[in-house]
């Protein structure tokens, strides 16, 4: 039977640490409407104890959601987890998400403390946020680069304290995916109370790694991923939502499914762009200008025979109106007669040979030719 991996998304909290990005109270209320509409699971409002403007922004998102969990972030102090539970009091599926770093880099530089140290106060935000919601994730930062026998011990100290989902983040984008398997193998194997809770992914794309680091995390028994539309966030940015939502639902042998209605991924995806003033990359995955697009003429001329050849999705499965063929000089025949054929021209092989020595000759002087360039040409 198909698992359904819970989507946990950042956009709000962790994608809009962008420089540049940041959203007010309104517009995150938007974008927590459409996430809603999108399907996922969780949505992380926002870190209420950095300002008074992130302290209402998550405290009306939790008036306004109404189906998914709306989670709050905090440090493992007590005034924050504080801020965060009177944010999420109107919420009626209010969730905290506190937590510290794992990794002697950053208990010996961040904390200047000890495992012992890290531990004991791990616990105590755990059970103190425990007292305000039932529902309370524990993230240990950096556990991409923790020693592996301290995060196990960590890993179940946190469960026994009540945790119900722990995040084991790869806050560097460091590892492999096949290190990241390993990892979040081990712990499976290790921590004798792991199945007390859900094991949670939160990557970093510092290497281009984040997809495919989650994808290995969820192959390896985590059953919540922490994600972003566009991938945006810290750096690099983090692991993208329509990635891992369209892998999920391409490799249906994988086993595992999610609630997104893929049909909004592209409009949401042009939304969060326009609204944060962050455009997406042409070439990015499943969002992009040119996801759907063919211009070279081998790829254009085997898409038109037929689109499997070179396309494993279809474009309106994600929200993206049609393919689209983009003539350059380095389009063939077959896709000068199909735009032409879209404008009503029909030519016979001779006269479309002569038109494709113009063609040629145009494209190579404008580089790309639109309809009217077109009509121009046949004119």
């Given at each position: 039977?198909?698992?359904?991996?819970?989507?946990?998304?950042?956009?709000?909290?962790?994608?809009?640490?962008?420089?540049?990005?940041?959203?007010?109270?309104?517009?995150?209320?938007?974008?927590?409407?459409?996430?809603?509409?999108?399907?996922?699971?969780?949505?992380?409002?926002?870190?209420?104890?950095?300002?008074?403007?992130?302290?209402?922004?998550?405290?009306?998102?939790?008036?306004?959601?109404?189906?998914?969990?709306?989670c709050g972030l905090?440090?493992?102090?007590?005034?924050?987890?504080?801020?965060?539970?009177?944010?999420?009091?109107?919420?009626?599926?209010?969730?905290?998400?506190?937590?510290?770093?794992?990794?002697?880099?950053?208990?010996?530089?961040?904390?200047?403390?000890?495992?012992?140290?890290?531990?004991?106060?791990?616990?105590?935000?755990?059970?103190?946020?425990?007292?305000?919601?039932?529902?309370?994730?524990?993230?240990?930062?950096?556990?991409?680069?923790?020693?592996?026998?301290?995060?196990?011990?960590?890993?179940?100290?946190?469960?026994?304290?009540?945790?119900?989902?722990?995040?084991?983040?790869?806050?560097?984008?460091?590892?492999?995916?096949?290190?990241?398997?390993?990892?979040?193998?081990?712990?499976?194997?290790?921590?004798?109370?792991?199945?007390?809770?859900?094991?949670?992914?939160?990557?970093?794309?510092?290497?281009?790694?984040?997809?495919?680091?989650?994808?290995?995390?969820?192959?390896?028994?985590?059953?919540?991923?922490?994600?972003?539309?566009?991938?945006?966030?810290?750096?690099?940015?983090?692991?993208?939502?329509?990635?891992?939502?369209?892998?999920?639902?391409?490799?249906?042998?994988?086993?595992?499914?999610?609630?997104?209605?893929?049909?909004?991924l592209y409009p949401?995806?042009?939304?969060?762009?326009?609204?944060?003033?962050?455009?997406?990359?042409?070439?990015?995955?499943?969002?992009?200008?040119?996801?759907?697009?063919?211009?070279?003429?081998?790829?254009?001329?085997?898409?038109?025979?037929?689109?499997?050849?070179?396309?494993?999705?279809?474009?309106?499965?994600?929200?993206?109106?049609?393919?689209?063929?983009?003539?350059?000089?380095?389009?063939?025949?077959?896709?000068?007669?199909?735009?032409?054929?879209?404008?009503?021209?029909?030519?016979?092989?001779?006269?479309?040979?002569?038109?494709?020595?113009?063609?040629?000759?145009?494209?190579?002087?404008?580089?790309?030719?639109?309809?009217e360039d077109l009509?121009?040409?046949?004119?």
């Open positions: 039977m198909s698992q359904k991996i819970l989507i946990f998304d950042t956009t709000l909290r962790d994608g809009e640490q962008v420089p540049g990005c940041q959203l007010n109270t309104e517009e995150k209320l938007q974008v927590a409407e459409q996430l809603e509409l999108l399907g996922v699971d969780i949505i992380e409002a926002g870190f209420p104890i950095s300002s008074p403007g992130d302290f209402r922004s998550v405290e009306e998102i939790a008036k306004l959601v109404k189906n998914a969990t709306v905090t440090r493992a102090k007590k005034e924050d987890i504080d801020a965060a539970a009177a944010a999420l009091k109107h919420a009626k599926y209010p969730r905290i998400h506190t937590g510290i770093g794992s990794s002697d880099t950053h208990i010996k530089y961040k904390f200047n403390s000890t495992r012992e140290e890290i531990l004991e106060k791990g616990v105590w935000a755990v059970k103190y946020a425990k007292s305000y919601v039932e529902d309370v994730e524990f993230f240990a930062e950096d556990a991409g680069r923790a020693d592996l026998v301290f995060l196990a011990q960590l890993t179940e100290a946190v469960i026994d304290a009540g945790a119900t989902v722990v995040n084991l983040p790869d806050t560097t984008g460091y590892l492999l995916p096949q290190q990241m398997f390993q990892r979040i193998n081990y712990l499976f194997e290790n921590v004798p109370n792991i199945h007390k809770a859900v094991i949670s992914m939160h990557n970093h794309n510092d290497l281009g790694l984040a997809t495919a680091n989650t994808i290995a995390g969820i192959q390896a028994g985590a059953r919540q991923v922490e994600v972003t539309i566009n991938g945006i966030g810290e750096r690099a940015g983090n692991t993208s939502l329509e990635e891992v939502a369209m892998i999920l639902n391409t490799h249906k042998d994988l086993g595992y499914h999610t609630g997104i209605n893929s049909k909004h949401f995806s042009q939304f969060v762009s326009n609204l944060m003033g962050m455009p997406v990359q042409a070439n990015k995955a499943i969002v992009g200008a040119n996801a759907f697009a063919h211009s070279s003429g081998i790829h254009q001329d085997g898409f038109l025979k037929h689109t499997q050849n070179y396309e494993i999705m279809n474009p309106e499965d994600v929200g993206v109106p049609s393919s689209a063929i983009v003539l350059t000089s380095r389009s063939g025949r077959a896709a000068l007669r199909h735009r032409l054929q879209l404008l009503g021209f029909e030519f016979e092989k001779p006269d479309l040979d002569k038109l494709y020595t113009r063609f040629l000759l145009m494209a190579d002087a404008r580089k790309q030719l639109n309809d009509k121009e040409l046949v004119g």
